[in-house]
């Protein structure tokens, strides 16, 4: 059955660190596009990094310098490095795997970011 599991969430000031990291099962990372998507309490879903099978970036504006998206083929995980931690960055961050017309979703890990 195909899954995504994020792990790595937690409690950090700010300025502080984490890395976010989804695995895959039934799925081959390599061979789509992976996003890193977050919500916060009363706020809409927001992408906020996005790899691409050819290794093609893309970042959310305010994230932009901060946080770095990767994948690791071997291990077919794709992490989420989050520097210089803000409180607006508290969030539910979830894996997004995208494979033609079709989102396929993690449980989600919760981040927050305390001032």
């Known amino acids: 059955q195909a899954q995504l599991v994020e792990s790595g969430g937690g409690l950090v000031q700010a300025g502080g660190s984490l890395r976010l990291s989804c695995a895959a099962s039934g799925f081959t990372f390599s061979s789509y596009s992976t996003s890193w998507a977050r919500q916060a309490p009363g706020k809409e879903r927001e992408v906020v990094a996005s790899?691409?099978?050819?290794?093609?970036?893309d970042y959310l504006d305010s994230v932009k310098g901060r946080f770095t998206i990767s994948r690791d083929n071997a291990k077919n995980t794709v992490y989420l490095q989050m520097d210089s931690l803000k409180p607006e960055d508290t969030a539910v961050y979830y894996c997004?795997?995208?494979?033609?017309?079709?989102?396929?979703w993690g449980q989600g890990t919760q981040v927050t970011v305390s001032s």
């Open positions: 997004r795997l995208r494979r033609g017309r079709l989102d396929y």
């Open positions: 790899i691409t099978s050819d290794n093609t970036t």
